[in-house]
């Protein structure tokens, strides 16, 4: 199972695609979405934006806003894991469908 994340800005489209689960800097604390969540709006504030793309991508396929987390230490492979830096923004998920607006 995964989600469908779109992350958005009023300037463009940040990233579309399939994604294992997405962390999120929610004004309480960070908290993850992973498929079968609960339906949830919340809005978002400063921090980072971190999610594991089903289809690894190439560092070309990347936009310059969406940057490749460190391998942990001792991994063999680099991580497929992607993050975003945002200053704010609101995120809603239903049905496995996570819409994220952001601003940059």
Same mark, same amino acid.
């Given at each position: 199972?995964?989600?469908?994340?779109?992350?958005?800005?009023?300037?463009?489209?940040?990233?579309?695609?399939?994604?294992? #689960?997405?962390? *999120? +800097?929610?004004? !309480?604390?960070?908290? /993850?979405?992973?498929?079968?969540?609960?339906?949830?709006?919340?809005? @978002?504030?400063?921090?980072?934006?971190?999610?594991?793309?089903?289809?690894?991508?190439? #560092?070309?396929? *990347? +936009?310059?806003? !969406?940057?490749?987390? /460190?391998?942990?230490?001792?991994?063999?492979?680099?991580?497929?894991? @992607?993050?975003?830096?945002?200053?704010?923004?609101?995120?809603?998920?239903?049905?496995?469908?996570?819409?994220i607006c952001v601003t940059?």
């Amino acid at each position: 199972m995964s989600l469908k994340l779109s992350i958005i800005s009023i300037e463009q489209i940040i990233f579309t695609g399939e994604v294992d #689960d997405i962390i *999120l +800097p929610g004004e !309480v604390a960070p908290f /993850e979405i992973l498929p079968s969540h609960a339906p949830i709006i919340s809005t @978002l504030v400063e921090g980072v934006i971190s999610f594991s793309p089903v289809v690894s991508l190439t #560092d070309e396929q *990347l +936009p310059e806003m !969406v940057e490749r987390e /460190e391998a942990e230490e001792g991994a063999t492979e680099s991580s497929k894991r @992607l993050r975003i830096k945002i200053s704010g923004g609101i995120a809603e998920m239903n049905e496995d469908v996570v819409t994220i607006c952001v601003t940059l």
